[in-house]
């Protein structure tokens, strides 16, 4: 993956669904939507430089501390999908990311997540601020995702109109 003046959104491998994920319903189960967005994130996250090996070196990682998915299109057991990864943007401690899930050979959208990533010291369990090699990643990447159209589902909210 180039980080620096990619203006697209970085792609996951090809994920299935599997038969054990599918419940009374007939079709993938809400939680296993977070797997395979969870799953898409640690494979862009490595490529900024925080996958396990950051973890064992530095004692550092990334922590979810909000996420908004919204589920559009069913997805059955066996269907092909992939998970593309926009940076919305970052601070010294944060990273507002945007996913979609998609059938990787059909094209058509079966849910969104967005959430918002905190750098954390594991020792101390706190928020502390991405080192500057992290920084400097993010910010490559998102020099290219800035020229991005804002998806649309960024920044939703769940309330009924009174």
Same mark, same amino acid.
């Given at each position: 993956?180039?980080?620096? +003046?990619?203006?697209?959104?970085?792609?996951? #491998?090809? @994920?299935?669904?599997?038969?054990?994920?599918? /419940?009374?319903?007939?079709?993938? =189960?809400?939680?296993?939507? =977070?797997?395979?967005? /969870?799953?898409? $994130?640690?494979?862009?996250?490595?490529?900024? +430089?925080?996958?396990?090996?950051?973890?064992?070196?530095? =004692?550092?990682?990334?922590?979810?501390?909000?996420?908004?998915? &919204?589920?559009?299109?069913? *997805?059955?057991? +066996? @269907?092909?999908?992939?998970?593309?990864?926009?940076?919305?943007?970052?601070?010294?401690?944060?990273?507002?990311?945007?996913?979609?899930?998609?059938?990787?050979?059909? +094209?058509?959208?079966? #849910?969104?997540?967005?959430?918002?990533? $905190?750098?954390? /010291?594991?020792?101390?369990?706190?928020?502390?601020?991405?080192? /500057?090699?992290?920084?400097? =990643? $993010?910010?490559? $990447? *998102?020099?290219?995702?800035? &020229?991005?159209?804002?998806?649309?589902?960024?920044?939703?909210?769940?309330?009924?109109?009174?």
């Amino acid at each position: 993956m180039t980080l620096a +003046g990619e203006a697209k959104p970085l792609q996951s #491998a090809v @994920m299935t669904v599997k038969d054990d994920w599918i /419940d009374y319903n007939g079709h993938l =189960n809400m939680a296993y939507y =977070n797997v395979l967005f /969870d799953t898409a $994130l640690d494979q862009v996250f490595e490529q900024l +430089g925080l996958g396990p090996d950051y973890v064992k070196t530095r =004692n550092a990682s990334f922590f979810t501390a909000e996420v908004h998915v &919204c589920y559009l299109q069913e *997805l059955s057991a +066996g @269907m092909p999908v992939t998970v593309s990864v926009q940076l919305i943007g970052f601070d010294a401690k944060r990273a507002h990311i945007y996913q979609e899930l998609r059938h990787a050979e059909e +094209g058509w959208l079966s #849910a969104t997540s967005e959430q918002m990533s $905190l750098h954390v /010291d594991m020792e101390a369990r706190k928020v502390v601020p991405w080192p /500057d090699d992290i920084r400097a =990643n $993010l910010a490559a $990447l *998102l020099s290219g995702h800035g &020229c991005l159209p804002r998806p649309e589902r960024v920044g939703r909210r769940i309330e009924i109109p009174r």
